[in-house]
């Protein structure tokens, strides 16, 4: 199988150090699983002082990164990518404007064979960048960053996770948080009791079929007390009655207390 072709133009590619060289990301490097080349703007300036941005027509602070040294370089990570066989891999820039990550995007990046990844600093992008080639915009959160490295470091982990053979056990990756539109449900393990704190009792029972049925109402409870606006998205797509009771019993053993 190919690798999963990841470029990034950044100002600063040390820093995707951290996704080759530890963790899951860093395990599916080595194992070529997906690979990662980045491209650093300042290598397609046109002048000795590799400038890549200037200051913003009309006025304000801070400065603009150029677009010229962006699309070469762009137009670069597409033919290294075409020359894999990717033929048409998309440019993907972050951005706060952008659309909100979420699980279903990641999971429909995933399914691609590459992305290329556009890494903005000080005040953003040339627009004119963006109408020519970015693709799709994408933010993290509604925050503001110094750059898009850690964004796009962040991407990259979840749709690495969701490549097959990347985790141990396949079923990892099915039973995260959002996967089926709730939170995760807690988890324990040895010592069964901690400074006086006990694992529930259901998880050392060995009935599996109770087990499941208390973790799923633990993550409907979990999403209904801390994500409301979750459970109102899986409300509008259909609960099914099993998971309305055991949403119920939830909402009335915690008014007790």
């Not at 963790?23 to 599916?28: D, E, Q």
């Not at 850690?150 to 099915?174: F, K, T, W």
């Not at 948080?177 to 060995?206: A, K």
């Not at 973790?215 to 994500?227: E, P, Y």
Request: aromatic content about 8%.
């Amino acid at each position: 199988m190919m690798p999963f072709a990841c470029d990034v133009l950044t100002l600063f590619p040390e820093m995707f150090n951290a996704v080759t060289q530890y963790g899951v990301t860093g395990k599916a490097w080595k194992n070529r699983i997906f690979e990662l080349t980045t491209w650093n703007p300042r290598d397609f300036s046109h002048n000795s002082h590799r400038t890549v941005d200037d200051s913003p027509y009309g006025g304000g602070p801070g400065m603009v990164m150029m677009a010229e040294p962006l699309e070469e370089a762009i137009m670069q990570a597409k033919s290294r990518q075409q020359g894999l066989g990717i033929t048409h891999p998309e440019v993907v820039y972050l951005s706060p404007q952008g659309e909100k990550l979420t699980h279903a995007t990641v999971k429909e990046l995933s399914l691609g064979s590459g992305l290329i990844f556009v890494c903005g600093r000080y005040e953003g992008v040339d627009e004119r960048l963006i109408v020519r080639q970015v693709d799709r915009e994408i933010s993290i959160g509604d925050y503001v960053l110094s750059g898009g490295e850690i964004a796009a470091m962040v991407l990259i982990d979840a749709i690495v996770r969701q490549i097959p053979d990347v985790l141990g056990d396949p079923e990892s990756a099915n039973q995260d948080s959002f996967v089926n539109g709730l939170l995760d449900y807690p988890h324990y393990t040895r010592p069964e009791i901690y400074r006086g704190d006990q694992v529930p009792e259901i998880l050392m029972s060995g009935n599996h079929a109770h087990i499941q049925r208390w973790r799923l109402q633990q993550s409907l409870g979990r999403t209904w007390s801390r994500r409301p606006d979750l459970l109102e998205t899986k409300l509008a797509h259909g609960m099914t009655t099993e998971e309305q009771k055991l949403l119920e019993e939830y909402k009335q053993s915690h008014k007790t207390r």
